[in-house]
């Protein structure tokens, strides 16, 4: 669990967090989101003691850092923007100095050193120096010294950062795990599409503080926004006839023809999609294809903005 309780950051005059409250629960993936400079990378730093911050509370899986920071730090899994790192050791030395602080036991530790360096794709790099790896390399490395220690609490700030396609995919997968394992997870990244598919909720912040946050479904429903609904018919139904059938349904809204298709903006549930689609057959409407497209986390991080800042 991760607890933090009326966060506020300050650098000298610049207040950079302000007033922040969140919660994170063993399994949860949080995903923060918000422009340069609107407070993501100050509150993983607060919550990790990377930074002090100037005043909250913050709790990692019931420990108070302020109190115990020590047992706190090695419930912490912190992967920061710019990750440190010594140029001069092996990647097996890297990831064994990590463990060792984490006070993972020495009997095995070699064993999970070569199978956290075989998860990341770097099992074939072990007795190659950190200086010698490429970018990505350098963060997938990183990535597997965050998360070889089995902290409870997980922060990561811009963890795809420099990673290609295939490892973005393997570090959704291994992020999965540990959430599935208990761990509470907070990611910020500038790639919405990928926290659409990774975090089971979302936060967007703006100048310090979160000005929305909850689940992707939920922050939708508050926001007031729709489904789309696409139809595509077949045979010798038309999009306009498909149109027409729409027009003046409760559930659906501004039904429009575009190229060869109805488009709409649908406002109900699973269930009421498919009695719809079972009305369209009973109307005599031959249907290629009947989707529901929901609105991207990217369409909603925009609209967010443009609310806030207007």
Known sequence: ????????????????????????????????????GAGKTSTIKAIARAIEPTYGEIRIDGVDPDVHPEEAWRRIGYMPDLPPLYPDLTVRQYLDVFAAAHLVARPGRADRVRDWAARVDLEKKLDTRVSELSRGMKQRLVLAKTLL????????????????????????????????????????????????????????????????????????????????????????????????????????????????????????????????LSALAGGGLT????ALEHESLESLFMRIGARETS
Do not use: W
């Open 1 to 36: 669990m991760i607890s933090v309780k009326s966060l506020r950051v300050d650098y000298d005059t610049v207040t950079a967090v302000e007033d922040l409250d969140l919660e994170v629960a063993p399994g949860e993936i949080f995903g923060l989101l918000g422009p340069n």
């Open 149 to 276: 220690p089995e902290p409870k609490a997980l922060l990561l700030d811009e963890p795809a950062s420099g990673m290609d396609p295939i490892a973005r995919v393997e570090m959704r997968r291994l992020l999965h795990e540990a959430a599935a394992n208990g761990a509470a997870v907070v990611i910020s990244s500038h790639i919405l599409s990928e926290l659409d598919e990774l975090c089971t909720a979302v936060g967007v912040m703006e100048k310090g503080r979160m000005v929305v946050s909850g689940s992707i479904a939920d922050i939708r429903r508050r926001l007031e926004t729709g489904v789309r609904l696409r139809i595509r018919p077949a045979g010798a139904t038309s999009a306009e006839a498909v149109a027409a059938f729409l027009e003046g349904n409760p559930l659906v809204s501004g039904p429009a023809v575009a190229a060869g298709q109805c488009l709409a903006e649908f406002h109900g549930t699973e269930d009421q999609a498919a009695e719809l």
């Open 287 to 290: 249907v290629a294809e009947f």
